[in-house]
């Protein structure tokens, strides 16, 4: 089985100040992961993910996220942020082997202010 | 593509009664998933389907739950009866075999009282 675990669940961030959101997981077996977001009263939707190759994943919205093997970590990072990436970020982690399920983490609230 | 559509957007209803929340997949896609989200325990895989059949309901925390995905385009999600403890967002998502992306539907935000 695999876990996932965010270290923090809220971040306030001041407009065009840098972001990470940390994430760190848990797996028996290799795994691909994912960062979503959830902007209020929205659905999930993909940022960004880590299949294979370059350690270093680039998303939408300008964000970034480093694959660390040994650390089993998956960070989430923004070098500015916008008053509109207030949202909640989920990462989740997906078994190589196992064909369905998406295992989440808690969420971060990131609130950027003015 | 539309994407996942689900419906309602909201709900209200009281306790005691049944709750249908529906879901339509991405055309092509032969995953279907139903997650809720609830601030206490955040987002739970309660069932997953695979061309429509019922591949693991482990998540389902009652038999008050049930699901059915009669075809491809249409799945549903009942709640009888609900409790005010079921109140949560409901989330459908769909995926097609050999993708590593799940995608979300806006969810059902249901309420209880």
């Known amino acids: 089985a695999q876990s996932v675990t965010q270290l923090d669940s809220q971040v306030p961030v001041f407009e065009e100040a840098p972001v990470e959101l940390r994430c760190n997981y848990s797996s028996s077996v290799s795994v691909y992961l994912f960062w979503y977001v959830q902007y209020p009263n929205q659905g999930l939707q993909l940022l960004l993910k880590?299949?294979?190759?370059?350690?270093l994943v680039k998303g939408i919205n300008g964000f970034e996220a480093e694959f660390n093997k040994s650390q089993t970590s998956f960070h989430l990072r923004k070098p500015s942020v916008h008053i509109s990436d207030t949202a909640e970020y989920f990462c989740a982690v997906k078994a190589r082997t196992n064909d369905y399920k998406l295992s989440f983490g808690a969420g971060t609230t990131v609130t950027v202010r003015a | 593509d539309a994407g996942v559509i689900q419906s309602p957007r909201h709900e209200v209803t009281e306790m005691g009664q049944e709750v249908t929340l529906r879901c339509k997949p991405i055309s092509g896609h032969d995953y279907l998933f139903w997650y809720r989200q609830t601030m206490m325990r955040g987002l739970e895989l309660l069932i997953y389907f695979n061309n429509n059949v019922p591949i693991d309901d482990s998540g389902m925390p009652e038999d008050r739950f049930s699901a059915k995905m009669p075809n491809a385009s249409f799945s549903t999600l009942k709640i009888q009866p609900s409790e005010p403890r079921d109140s949560a967002v409901y989330f459908c998502?769909?995926?097609?075999?050999?993708?590593?992306?799940?995608?979300f539907g806006q969810g059902t935000r249901l309420t209880v009282v």
């Open positions: 998502a769909s995926r097609m075999t050999g993708g590593t992306e799940a995608f």
């Open positions: 880590y299949l294979s190759g370059s350690t």
